[in-house]
């Protein structure tokens, strides 16, 4: 079985931080690049940070560059995004993806055919 699971989620202030996890089994992760997308309510669903599996090329959107990190655990076989300095404008569903074609990153949802169920990140005062 080959899933995607994401976590971390949850209700932060604005400026404060989570870090959401996307935990791979069945395949080895590290053999893929993976993406963050994520999409509010009413909104398309749009690329956040990615990173690829050959060479650890990292992709930021420019409205998160300078405040999310995005990061590999072979040995946990998950993905890390850290998000700092938090906006309500980063309010949304977040999502992981991956294919298994794919070495390379993109920040183009309809590249990715493997998706996790979603992670809510809320940041309101």
């Known amino acids: 079985q080959v899933q995607l699971v994401e976590s971390g989620g949850g209700l932060v202030q604005p400026g404060g931080s989570l870090r959401l996890s996307c935990a791979a089994s069945?395949?080895?992760?590290?053999?893929?690049?993976i993406g963050w997308f994520r999409q509010a309510p009413g909104k398309e669903r749009e690329g956040v940070s990615c990173i690829s599996s050959s060479d650890g090329t990292t992709y930021y959107a420019d409205s998160v560059k300078g405040r999310f990190t995005i990061s590999r655990d072979n040995a946990k076989n998950t993905v890390y995004l850290q998000m700092n300095s938090l906006k309500p404008e980063d309010t949304a569903v977040y999502y992981c993806a991956t294919d298994f074609s794919k070495l390379y990153c993109s920040d183009q949802s309809a590249d990715f055919g493997s998706w996790g169920q979603g992670t809510q990140v809320t940041v309101s005062s």
């Open positions: 069945g395949f080895t992760l590290d053999y893929y690049a």
